[in-house]
């Protein structure tokens, strides 16, 4: 395989036609090398509109759906930010590319290993990479300019939201299937404004709650 020419097509067939059309994200999904962040048995997949498996659970998402999160997310370089789900480190690399510093928040302490050691190979020194469950974010280290879950969740816990900076975005995909929406909340004072962006369906994020059958 032509790595740099599967890299390309990837861009141009994929993910510009999905609506990225941010040259500082195309850029980085240049230099960034993706393949270095897929498990070795799922190298060939590296490139492919598809979600890789990763073990215990979890996957990579897919190429298109990455490079649109990044993009809506509009991150800067002063900004703090907050992923729930490591999974590789890939989307923390790309956080980490765009943002002042990043904490990634991963359930499975083997993918969490892994997944410092990708980050470290690759150069990103200004993500840190907690093995621990994510759904009630990090008080912590609140409040946060952006946060990113990359899975899917029945619905955003507002204590998550909670942990945002005025002015702060959150994006998550909300849903179940076969209907799920990325969203992005915005914080405007005590409120936060909500944006559908695309819909999609991805895996499901561990340790977040499904949503009640009930409502009243």
Same mark, same amino acid.
């Given at each position: ?6 890299? #390309? ?80 480190? &890939? ?93 992005? &909340? ?21 340790? #977040? ?8």
């Amino acid at each position: 395989m032509n790595v740099e020419q599967a890299r #390309f097509n990837m861009i141009e067939q994929q993910i510009r036609p999905w609506d990225v059309l941010d040259q500082g994200v195309l850029s980085l999904l240049t230099l960034l090398k993706r393949e270095d962040f897929v498990p070795a048995a799922h190298k060939a997949l590296a490139f492919m509109d598809t979600e890789i498996p990763l073990g215990h659970g979890q996957f990579m998402l897919a190429p298109r759906v990455e490079a649109r999160l990044l993009q809506e997310l509009k991150v800067t370089r002063h900004e703090k930010v907050l992923e729930i789900g490591t999974g590789s480190g &890939y989307m923390a690399a790309l956080l980490g590319h765009k943002a002042q510093s990043v904490i990634s928040l991963e359930s499975q302490p083997e993918l969490a290993k892994q997944a410092a050691e990708n980050l470290k190979r690759a150069g990103v020194l200004n993500v840190k990479v907690l093995a621990q469950d994510g759904s009630q974010g990090l008080p912590a280290e609140a409040p946060f300019d952006v946060i990113l879950l990359s899975g899917s969740v029945a619905e955003v816990p507002r204590a998550l939201l909670e942990q945002l900076k005025p002015g702060g975005r959150l994006a998550a995909v909300v849903g179940s299937e076969p209907v799920m929406r990325a969203m992005l &909340y915005t914080r405007v004072g005590n409120e936060f404004k909500t944006q559908v962006l695309f819909d999609t369906v991805v895996p499901r994020l561990a340790g #977040f709650a499904e949503a009640s059958a009930f409502s009243f």
